[in-house]
């Protein structure tokens, strides 16, 4: 079964700072998509990464992805308080058909000013 | 809008009452998710369907749950006598095909109460 684990689930930081959110996950997957939660909301998707080394950058975020660590981490430069948010990540399970998404917990993000 | 669409976005049923969501999906969309998000945690897979073929079913569909996508264009899922457990957000997410992004609709709140 595959596990999706994040850390930290919860981080304040201040703005202007750097932070790094991590995820692992157990099994095979060359798939991995980072999405954005605002309370009672729905998730909002901010990148996709589908090969092994790939970067993607928005803004003051930055994703990268490792399958032979089978982790990708999510970077935070110079925080703003707009960024406080639930972020997922989310792999694709390649041993089912229908390539669902298992996702992690979450980290709960709150940037103070 | 050509996003994807849910409706209501909140419902409040008595327990042992029978209720029923609508997915419209992005119109070009083949494939069809449901999720559920309880409080605190990441979705959960429930079902999927492509076009009108459900595929795979989560061991959290009990049998008081099953979810419909006649003619490969909306979904509904129907939950029968309610729980207080079943209380949670249920989401609909649509794909053009296999691996490829995910985009959610915002999301049906359920209380049982």
């Known amino acids: 079964e595959l596990k999706v684990e994040q850390n930290p689930l919860f981080l304040s930081m201040q703005e202007g700072k750097n932070y790094t959110i991590y995820c692992n996950y157990s099994?095979?997957?060359?798939?991995l998509y980072w999405y954005r939660q605002d309370p009672g909301k729905s998730l909002e998707s901010l990148f996709v990464l589908l090969s092994n080394g790939a970067v993607k950058q928005e803004g003051r975020l930055m994703a990268s992805l490792d399958t032979k660590a089978r982790l990708s981490t999510l970077h935070i430069t110079a925080a703003v308080h707009d960024l406080s948010a639930t972020y997922f990540c989310?792999?694709?399970?390649?041993?089912?058909?229908?390539?669902?998404?298992?996702f992690g917990e979450g980290t709960q993000l709150t940037v103070n000013p | 809008d050509t996003g994807v669409s849910q409706n209501p976005r909140h419902k409040i049923t008595k327990r042992g009452q029978n209720v029923t969501f609508r997915c419209d999906p992005i119109?070009?969309?083949?494939?069809l998710y449901w999720y559920r998000q309880t409080l605190g945690q990441g979705p959960e897979f429930l079902t999927y369907?492509?076009?009108?073929?459900?595929?795979?079913k989560s061991r959290l569909l009990s049998d008081r749950f099953s979810a419909e996508r006649p003619k490969g264009s909306f979904s509904t899922l129907e939950i029968q006598r309610t729980e207080q457990g079943d209380s949670a957000m249920y989401l609909c997410?649509?794909?053009?095909?296999?691996?490829?992004?995910?985009?959610f609709g915002q999301g049906t709140r359920l209380t049982v109460v």
């Open positions: 997410a649509s794909s053009r095909t296999r691996g490829t992004e995910a985009f």
């Open positions: 369907f492509q076009n009108e073929a459900q595929l795979e």
């Open positions: 099994t095979t997957s060359d798939r």
């Open positions: 119109s070009e969309h083949n494939r």
């Open positions: 989310a792999v694709d399970n390649r041993e089912t058909s229908g390539s669902r998404l298992t």
